[in-house]
């Protein structure tokens, strides 16, 4: 990663409202076409940073840049889009007029038709803003950052209000985004949406970045795994015995149902379907929390 | 930035509430006080009709300027749509300065309404030459409304605008003399009513109406409150002042 490719580039970066810390020395650097996640739980700083990365708010040390420059100037150079939460929208105006209005401020007026499309509006073109549901408020929110088709894109929980399919759409036109080589910078606490759209996850907590990678790789560091069972021959001595198996509990409702961590699924699931000679039944298998998440991670790095 | 000034504009007008407070009200002041509660007293005074018209103007014009500027600007900071609409190559500063334009674009609808209802309601008649200066001198002196009406907005976020822009229109209103005249109060108000812009603005006009009369005084106290709502809207206008909590 070189500078010159780089978009995003954070040094040291602390940030407190008041005395109540947010950021505590965040370094980091984005690159073009990456698809980034920040991951965390409410309250870690992800919006923050993103409104950092932004030029919206000051750090209290350290260095923000956008494109080489101060982030303000890659704002007026109609370099970035932005979703943020809390966002109103103007009054009075129909979907169309304020689609159009942003477009214009990037140059592209005469494009509103087509960003209407790839929002998924077009059949709400004419309305007014005022009469949208919350899903379709959402949809506009999306418009809005993308009218200028912005290199880098920042999406603060932009699928917060939308429904499954829309979250579909949504990550689709995403995906054909970063298909073209523009950068997206997305902040959420889905953990299955950092896995399923970001080729890079950063994670945060208590304002420090405390893994970043691949996301498969982080994801891969995290290799607790729930599997849940019916087995009405097994006893829990013997399910305890099965390598990569870490605790299990059984349902205190249901004497054949069982729940066991494993930290190697293949290894247990091997061993159980040998050992159980065809007993096991409802086999469910889960991955760990964002919590869990975090608590390996914290393991790993010292920080409890 | 003309794109965003004309659906500012735009959208301003549609809501009901520009048109039923800026110009409506002030527009059912003036057929009320010339056309139904004429019998005696201050307005039944000789030239009421046209005085009346110009002070009215002014107080509909400072209204709508302090919506469009200032609840406006105060509301849009609050919601967050400040923030989102200066994420685009539009910088604060224009935006703010847009602001301060469509709410000088606002009064003209203001003044102009009531300058008709002159005319044709109350046959209010100066040669076309006096109707230009009387536009141009109220017009060209609610730049001094914008100006508070943004600084205003700037200082005040949220609903909390709406009370700000009220608890200033009244009281400048009233001590301006724009509604009724200040004979009736202590002699120290009367005086300080005379330095508001309010009361400026409406001798301005007067002045314009009649061809001759005092132009300094008015002139110089307009351009005073206009610089002292300038130096508090450009003490505001932080990079960071179009966040919602800012």
Request: hydrophobic share 45%; proline share 4%.
């Amino acid at each position: 990663m070189t500078p010159e490719t780089r978009q995003v580039d954070i040094r040291d970066v602390t940030f407190s409202y008041g005395a109540v810390p947010a950021l505590a020395g965040v370094t980091l650097g984005i690159s073009a076409g990456e698809v980034v996640a920040l991951l965390g739980p409410n309250g870690a700083g992800k919006s923050t940073l993103t409104h950092v990365m932004l030029g919206l708010l000051t750090p209290r040390t350290g260095q923000v840049g956008l494109f080489g420059t101060r982030p303000q100037d890659a704002v007026a150079r109609g370099l970035v889009g932005a979703m943020l939460q809390d966002t109103g929208l103007m009054r009075h105006v129909t979907v169309r007029e304020l689609v159009g209005l942003v477009a214009a401020q990037y140059g592209r007026a005469g494009l509103t038709g087509e960003i209407l499309d790839e929002a998924g509006l077009a059949d709400l073109a004419a309305r007014r803003v005022s009469r949208l549901s919350g899903g379709q408020r959402q949809r506009v929110k999306f418009a809005l950052a993308i009218a200028g088709d912005p290199r880098l894109l920042f999406l603060d929980e932009p699928t917060a209000a939308l429904d499954v399919e829309a979250r579909h759409a949504f990550w689709q036109d995403i995906l054909e985004r970063a298909g073209r080589g523009r950068t997206i910078v997305f902040a959420t606490h889905y953990m299955e949406e950092a896995e399923a759209y970001a080729n890079r996850i950063i994670v945060l907590q208590a304002g420090q970045v405390v893994a970043d990678g691949p996301a498969r790789q982080i994801m891969s560091r995290v290799s607790d795994v729930t599997l849940r069972f019916t087995d009405p021959r097994a006893r829990e001595e013997d399910l305890a015995r099965l390598p990569g198996a870490l605790r299990v509990r059984g349902d205190p409702t249901r004497a054949d149902r069982w729940e066991l961590v494993t930290s190697d699924q293949d290894a247990t699931l091997s061993a159980l379907y040998g050992a159980s000679g065809g007993g096991v039944r409802d086999l469910e298998i889960s991955r760990g929390s964002l919590e869990d998440v975090l608590m390996a991670l914290a393991k790993e790095t010292g920080r409890a | 930035m003309t794109h965003y000034i004309r659906l500012d504009v735009v959208s301003m007008v549609r809501s009901g509430y520009y048109l039923v407070f800026s110009v409506l009200f002030s527009a059912g002041f003036y057929v009320m006080f010339t056309k139904l509660f004429t019998g005696s007293g201050w307005t039944s005074a000789p030239g009421f009709a046209v005085t009346y018209m110009i002070s009215l103007a002014v107080s509909g014009a400072f209204y709508a300027a302090l919506t469009g500027g200032g609840i406006r600007l105060g509301e849009e900071r609050g919601s967050g749509w400040a923030r989102q609409l200066t994420l685009t190559p539009l910088s604060p500063r224009r935006y703010v300065l847009g602001k301060l334009l469509s709410a000088w674009l606002l009064t003209l609808p203001a003044l102009a309404a009531i300058f008709i209802l002159g005319a044709l309601l109350n046959q209010v008649r100066m040669p076309a030459g006096h109707w230009a200066l009387v536009l141009a001198a109220t017009w060209g002196g609610s730049v001094c409304f914008a100006v508070f009406g943004v600084a205003i907005g700037l200082l005040v976020a949220g609903e909390a605008t709406q009370f700000a822009c009220l608890g200033v229109f009244f009281p400048m209103a009233i001590l301006g003399g724009l509604w009724f005249p200040t004979s009736a109060f202590p002699e120290t108000v009367r005086q300080i009513g005379e330095y508001l812009p309010t009361s400026a603005l409406y001798r301005l006009g007067v002045t314009a109406e009649q061809g001759s009369g005092p132009v300094a005084t008015p002139l110089l106290v307009l351009a005073c409150w206009t610089a002292l709502a300038l130096l508090a809207a450009l003490a505001r206008l932080r990079p960071e002042a179009l966040r919602p909590s800012g």
